[in-house]
């Protein structure tokens, strides 16, 4: 760097001020910026939160969107063409090939890393997925993204999909700025410095840290974000195991029956917070703990007389007990108390 070494772009000396000022480094652009080895380990020496690279608004959006849906319902895909016409600044660089070359990177490499055509060959591998940018001056601030998708279902049968999306960069990203400006200022107020993988949702191209496995799938990205937020709070986390199932590792404490008429009943469940996570206080600020945090109650009356099952969740108090919950109405039956088949506890309003 003090040599001025071509192979230095820009935007590393502005993420290496960055890093050195203590600022968190969010890049929204398709170049490397902080996405190199010494950059990575200077912000975690200096506990600086990284992440990006280039945000996810328009085309690639979708694909994110749609390509999951193919591999869950094992699709194939034979074709992907993809073109964009702008009308700015923007589309006028990206029409210069060399400039258009880190951003076509960025676009190709999300339907391999989601459809993974080395485990399904037989849908994917023979994929021929085409990206193009082109400047067209009469769209102005505009952008319009047109794909055609050649699908094919069960016997090989083909089909297609046509998107076409007009939309505008700037109200598109403009959320995203903020929510990432949001987000990664809380990573390094919680301690969490070097690459924030769990803001992949906001990315074309996540920034990993070396070992990890890229996740472009928007939905495992938004549940990876919830997840992330959820162990900042020290909340349960979201498992999709149903009811009556947790975490492995974390255990169920006590049972609790009210006695009152018209109150719900159900299991406290308590979670054991692992050492060394930050706890979020009200006033913003941080801290760690070992303690134990219930989680929300989650109870299920039985099936009323007109067939129908109510569902409630109660919040906890921080000592493990259920504060009650008034149901809407009153309860056409009186369930007895009993064990369930599985063990689960059953009891009628009003017993002790």
Not at 43 to 52: F, L, N, Q
Not at 206 to 231: A, C, M, S
Not at 257 to 286: E, K, M, N, W, Y
Request: proline share 8%; hydrophobic share 35%; glycine share 10%.
């Amino acid at each position: 760097m003090e040599a001025n070494d071509p192979a230095i772009a820009p935007s590393m000396l502005y993420a290496y001020a960055a890093i050195m000022e203590g600022v968190p480094f969010a890049n929204g652009a398709p170049n490397l910026s902080c996405d190199i080895p010494c950059l990575e380990k200077l912000a975690r020496e200096k506990g600086v939160a990284i992440g990006g690279k280039d945000f996810k608004t328009g085309q690639t959006l979708l694909k994110t969107v749609l390509a999951p849906m193919f591999k869950a319902r094992m699709l194939g895909v034979a074709g992907w063409y993809s073109t964009n016409i702008l009308g700015n600044r923007d589309g006028e660089v990206l029409d210069d090939p060399e400039s258009f070359k880190t951003k076509e990177e960025s676009k190709l490499g999300v339907l391999e890393y989601i459809l993974q055509p080395q485990l399904y060959p037989e849908l994917y591998a023979n994929m021929y997925h085409k990206v193009r940018i082109n400047y067209y001056p009469p769209r102005g601030d505009n952008k319009e993204g047109w794909d055609n998708i050649d699908i094919f279902g069960w016997c090989g049968y083909p089909m297609q999909i046509k998107v076409d999306f007009l939309c505008r960069d700037s109200i598109l990203a403009a959320p995203l700025v903020l929510d990432l400006a949001l987000f990664f200022d809380l990573s390094q107020r919680a301690g969490m410095s070097g690459v924030q993988e769990w803001l992949s949702f906001y990315f074309k191209s996540p920034q990993v840290t070396p070992g990890l496995y890229p996740e472009h799938d928007l939905f495992i990205q938004h549940t990876k974000l919830k997840n992330t937020l959820r162990w900042l709070m020290g909340e349960e986390m979201i498992t999709h195991l149903g009811q009556g199932l947790s975490p492995r590792g974390l255990s169920e404490s006590s049972w609790q029956v009210p006695t009152q008429r018209g109150h719900i009943v159900g299991p406290v469940v308590t979670f054991a917070r692992f050492s060394g996570l930050p706890q979020v206080h009200p006033d913003g600020s941080f801290s760690r703990s070992h303690a134990i945090l219930p989680s929300d109650l989650r109870v299920a009356r039985r099936r009323h007389r007109c067939g129908r099952r109510l569902l409630r969740r109660a919040p906890c108090s921080h000592r493990g007990i259920a504060p009650p919950t008034q149901l809407r109405g009153r309860p056409r039956c009186r369930p007895r108390l009993r064990a369930g088949r599985r063990g689960a506890l059953h009891a009628h309003h009003g017993a002790h």
